[in-house]
């Protein structure tokens, strides 16, 4: 099934819009999958999954070059997507809720689903914090940050994770932890500040 979806993929990616068609209902469950646990880790019952799913995928597949390398890689880029998704929302409600009042305008019709969304407000600042400090990552150790796109956004295996970055299951391991443990750190520090 995965080299099924793995040669859907690269046919679509070449353009082949049959193939496109007929690969969506085989990566579907496993989108929902992901969404669901975000879901759960955020403990938000009104998230609409399947909004997430259909604003991720548009995002992975309107791309001018979609994944199509392996399934692992496909939803590695959609968990990364899914992680934007969330964090921009997110960002969005607490500059609202800090005073940033001024008029949102759309510049893409493809938000919509975000007045779907309904996180707390401690739900919101945890998840901005997260991105930011996810941010820091990036800056200081690109790999870990991918690895935690994949282990905590998407919910990968270690297996998984590493045939999408092309590494080995214990250097996903060994980054999962370090990453983990940076990540809760500065959480932490810009919780405080928000405090």
Known sequence: MSDEITRLLQASAAGDADAARRVMPLIYEDLRAIGRRERRKLDAATLDTTALVHEAYLKVIGQNQPPSESRAHFFAVASKAMRHILCNYARDRSRA????????????????????????????????????????????????????????????????????LGISPRTVKRDWTFARAWLRREVELKLDMLG
């Open 97 to 164: 809720k800090r005073g940033g009042g001024a008029r949102h305008v759309r510049l893409e019709s493809g938000h919509e689903f975000a007045h779907q969304l309904e996180l707390s407000d401690d739900q919101t600042d945890k998840l901005a914090a997260l991105d930011e400090a996810l941010q820091g990552l990036e800056r200081i150790a690109e790999r870990q940050a991918r690895v935690v796109e994949c282990r905590f956004f998407g919910g990968m295996s270690l297996e998984d994770t590493a045939t999408a």
